[in-house]
């Protein structure tokens, strides 16, 4: 390695952490959107328009508790100090289920995609 740490010592930091999040949700979001909307014509633009407000609405509530929470680990950090460890654990535990859920969602996605074993219309 080049700056001198073994390889087993390294840790992926909080930047890189974000940026692997963000390339996935930039990934299933903007590229598999317009595949899904794509039935519904041109209104598929209102279905484009309310994602970005919603991931705007999602980024200012996440700003501002960061703001007001510096030291808070995450989502399930915030949602102890507020309600409590109960709702800090669900909180948690709903986070989980839910990438579970996206990951296997987007799996359906890409190999829906693949149109496999289709045959070609004439």
Known sequence: MSDGQPAGDRKIGWGLAALFVAGNMIGSGVYLLPASLASVGSSSLVGWLVAAAGALMLAT?????????????????????????????????????????GNVAIAVAATGSFNIGQKKPR
């Open 61 to 101: 509530v996440f700003a501002g508790l960061a703001r007001t929470h510096p030291a808070a680990d995450g989502l399930s950090d915030y949602a102890r100090q507020g309600l409590g460890r109960f709702f800090g654990y669900q909180a948690s535990l709903d986070y989980w289920v839910g990438n579970w859920v």
